[in-house]
């Protein structure tokens, strides 16, 4: 079992940063793919960011260039810096984990432990 506990959400200006911080126990965590996904209301969960194991990251189209995803494998910690934000960042930001094997790290269907969640919220 992993869990997870995010925080570092909050308000934030539209240009502004935000760090994100996930905190993992309960098992190996520098084989694990790490994900952050997020869900707005009344809109699906949709995929920000992945880091494997070994560091190679993914982003989606809307967050590239502006989010960053990292890993301190001994901390047990995975990070999304957040830049210049926009409003149609605002979102819950959940934190997740994929220990079984995946296809798609992109699909929220791969992960299979998640955080609680933690609210950003930007403002225009």
């Known amino acids: 079992q992993v869990q997870l506990v995010e925080s570092g959400g909050g308000l934030v200006q539209a240009g502004g940063s935000l760090r994100l911080s996930c905190a993992a126990s309960g098992r190996t965590f520098s084989s694990i793919t790490m994900g952050w996904f997020r869900q707005a209301p009344g809109k699906d969960r949709e995929f920000v960011a992945a880091?494997?194991?070994?560091?190679?990251?993914y982003y989606a189209d809307s967050v590239k260039g502006r989010f960053a995803i990292s890993r301190d494998n001994a901390k047990n910690m995975v990070y999304l810096q957040m830049s210049n934000m926009a409003p149609e960042d605002t979102a819950a930001y959940y934190c997740?984990?994929?220990?079984?094997?995946?296809?798609?790290?992109?699909?929220?269907?791969?992960?299979?432990?998640w955080g609680q969640g933690t609210q950003v919220t930007v403002s225009s």
């Open positions: 880091i494997r194991g070994g560091g190679i990251t």
């Open positions: 997740a984990a994929a220990t079984r094997t995946f296809l798609n790290l992109r699909a929220s269907s791969s992960y299979d432990h």
